[in-house]
């Protein structure tokens, strides 16, 4: 599984946890090993352009996602095909200020963003009341049960 990660936003971030965190949700979701995913974290500015470019919406927002293949997740018995799910773009300074409204901290909001982008990917969606329930849900699970795995970590 190859999880990149690149950081063009000129804020650090801890890289090696949202590395570890999509690879953790793609286990969770059993998607191939082989499967390729980039995530990308960007400033304001380059946010805000592809924000306007691909959603036809102005300013900056928090996380986009490129899927490519149009995998979805699969089951233990029926992994999803090897493939290349896409692009995550993260904005760092949206994330931070979202992180203080909320009361967390901003690596706390990036990991809910790249999980929330991760989901995307895979195809889940929350246009519908029914789908953002369930969305909602695994992503809550993922974010929680990597918490989890993080802390037997150390």
């Known amino acids: 599984m190859s999880v990149e990660v690149n950081n063009?936003?000129?804020m650090p971030v801890d890289e090696s946890v949202v590395q570890r965190l999509v690879t953790f949700g793609l286990d969770l979701l059993h998607v191939h090993p082989d499967a390729d995913v980039a995530i990308l974290f960007v400033?304001?500015?380059a946010m805000e352009q592809l924000h306007v470019q691909w959603?036809?919406?102005p300013g900056p927002t928090d996380v986009l996602s490129f899927p490519m293949d149009e995998l979805r997740p699969g089951t233990d018995d029926a992994p999803t095909p090897a493939g290349l799910l896409g692009d995550i773009v993260v904005c760092p300074q949206v994330a931070e200020a979202?992180?203080?409204s909320a009361g967390h901290s901003t690596l706390e909001e990036i990991k809910l963003l790249t999980a929330h982008g991760l989901l995307h990917?895979?195809?889940f969606d929350h246009a519908e009341a029914?789908?953002?329930r369930e969305m909602f849900q695994v992503q809550r699970d993922m974010l929680v049960g990597?918490?989890?795995q993080e802390k037997q970590r150390r």
Do not use: H
Request: hydrophobic residues 35%.
């Open 8 to 10: 063009e936003s000129g």
């Open 55 to 57: 959603m036809d919406e």
């Open 43 to 45: 400033d304001e500015a």
């Open 98 to 100: 979202q992180a203080k």
């Open 146 to 148: 990597f918490s989890v």
């Open 121 to 123: 990917l895979l195809g």
């Open 130 to 132: 029914e789908e953002e």
